[in-house]
């Protein structure tokens, strides 16, 4: 893994580091574009800073409590030695940091379950609905926890109703779903760079909701 202290930060670009000379951008990115490519124009080209909705707020409260609760009865353990134990038992951990320099991504998985058999990487989210922007999130850290090892075992990718127990989407990460979030990345790199230019969303309903709505130019 890559450390921090290696990161660059891009001298134009907000979030986006610069790590072995290649762009790097978070994965929840991949959420944001599935909404509104543009929004991630406004927040990080634009730098246009907008206060945190309640909902953003209610979520990082929650993902700190379970991270907290976690916490208490985890065992720390090297990234090495949970890929050993899990080939005998299973284990699980939070806020499991990922990062490819090969794709240009990085992120905090919500939690993550090691089985001798398979990685069930688990993302949390307020609903119960499975999103294609949620799945393209999902499917991001699956690529990046795939790089980063070197193992045969299954993965598969989950959406989980936060603050409960219901997974309401699993799917494996097949070859179909690395080539299609592979696809989605290098069209980030693009916008990143400026060879591709961002798309606004056509949806009405998204726009209303959007914290951005006052600063765009494309609202519906």
């Not at 699956?142 to 299954?154: E, G, H, S, Y």
Request: proline share 4%; hydrophobic share 35%.
């Amino acid at each position: 893994m890559v450390k921090i202290s290696k990161f660059k930060n891009h001298p134009l670009i907000s979030e986006v580091k610069i790590v072995e000379n290649r762009n790097n951008f978070p994965i929840s990115w991949l959420n944001k574009q599935g909404y509104c490519e543009y929004s991630l124009f406004l927040e990080n080209f634009k730098k246009i800073d907008i206060a945190p909705t309640k909902e953003m707020i209610k979520g990082q409260q929650e993902h700190a409590s379970l991270e907290s609760k976690f916490k208490e009865d985890a065992e720390p353990a090297t990234f090495k030695d949970m890929m050993e134990i899990s080939k005998e038992t299973e284990i699980f951990s939070r806020e499991f940091y990922v990062l490819s320099v090969k794709y240009g991504i990085r992120g905090l998985i919500d939690e993550i379950w090691m089985t001798p058999d398979e990685f069930i990487i688990i993302d949390d989210k307020p609903a119960t609905i499975p999103y294609y922007s949620n799945i393209n999130q999902v499917y991001g850290y699956c690529l990046a926890f795939k790089d980063m090892i070197n193992d045969d075992r299954t993965i598969k990718a989950a959406l989980r109703e936060r603050g409960t127990d219901n997974i309401y989407w699993i799917d494996q990460f097949d070859n179909r779903a690395e080539k299609f979030i592979i696809d989605l990345i290098d069209h980030m790199h693009k916008l990143i760079i400026g060879e591709e230019p961002f798309k606004p969303t056509r949806n009405s309903n998204k726009c209303r909701k959007c914290r951005f709505i006052n600063f765009c130019e494309f609202r519906l």
